[in-house]
C-alpha cells in the first residue's frame, strides 16, 4: 500500500487529562516511508516543564518517567523544534486517538508556535477498530490486545516510544492484510 506522504506517528505520555492544563511530558515518534512503510527515523524526548522540584516530581509520577529523565529533557520551546526538525513539511499525522492530537496543538499554542501539520490526521485507533470487526472481533480493540495478535512485545505501556514503535508496526501489519 502507497502513501501520497510519508506517515507520522507519534504518542505521548502527559501530566494529566486536561490538554489546556496538562503538559506533555515524553513524546515519541516513528517516520515511515509513504510507499514502503519502512521506518525513516524516530524521535523520543522527555520534556522539562518547570525547573521546580515539587512540579517535575508531580508530572514524573503522572507520566511515568523518573525525575532525572524531566530534569535533562528538553525544555518545551526546544522539544517543539527538533520535533519540527524531524517530522519535515510533508508527512500527514497518524494519532492514537484526538486528544493526543489536542495536546500537540496545545503545546505548539503554549509555545506561541505555528501548528505546522495539517489539520487532518489519520485517527490509528479507527483503523483498528475497523480491522477488528472485519475479522468478527465484537470488541474495541487495544494496544495490548493488538499487540498479542500480531505478536510484537509491549515491555513498557508507560513508554511513549515503545508504544509508538509498536503502533507503527501494527499499522504496517494491517496494511499488509489488505
Not at 501520497?4 to 506533555?24: A, C, Q, R
Not at 499554542?109 to 475479522?135: G, I, N
Request: aromatic share 12%; hydrophobic share 40%.
Amino acid at each position: 500500500m502507497r502513501f501520497i506522504k510519508d506517515l507520522l506517528f507519534f504518542d505521548l505520555e502527559t501530566s494529566g487529562p486536561d490538554p489546556d492544563k496538562d503538559v506533555i511530558v515524553q513524546i515519541g515518534a516513528v517516520l515511515l516511508d509513504k510507499d514502503n512503510l519502512l521506518e525513516k527515523a524516530f524521535f523520543s524526548t522527555y520534556i522539562r516543564n518547570s525547573l521546580l522540584t515539587e512540579t517535575l516530581t508531580e508530572q514524573a509520577k503522572a507520566g511515568h518517567a523518573t525525575i532525572e529523565a524531566l530534569e535533562t529533557g528538553l525544555k518545551p520551546l526546544d522539544f517543539l523544534k527538533k520535533f519540527n526538525e524531524f517530522a519535515g513539511q510533508d508527512s500527514t499525522l497518524l494519532v492514537p486517538n484526538s486528544s493526543r492530537l489536542l495536546y500537540l496543538k496545545q503545546a505548539y499554542r503554549k509555545q506561541t508556535m505555528a501548528f505546522p501539520f495539517e489539520l487532518y490526521a489519520l485517527d490509528f485507533w479507527s483503523v483498528c477498530y475497523v480491522r477488528s470487526m472485519s475479522k468478527g472481533l465484537k470488541k474495541i480493540p487495544t494496544l495490548h490486545t493488538l499487540a498479542e495478535d500480531f505478536h510484537l512485545p509491549l515491555n513498557n505501556p508507560y513508554n511513549a516510544f515503545e508504544r509508538v514503535k509498536v503502533e507503527a508496526n501494527i499499522f504496517k501489519r494491517i496494511c499488509e492484510e489488505m
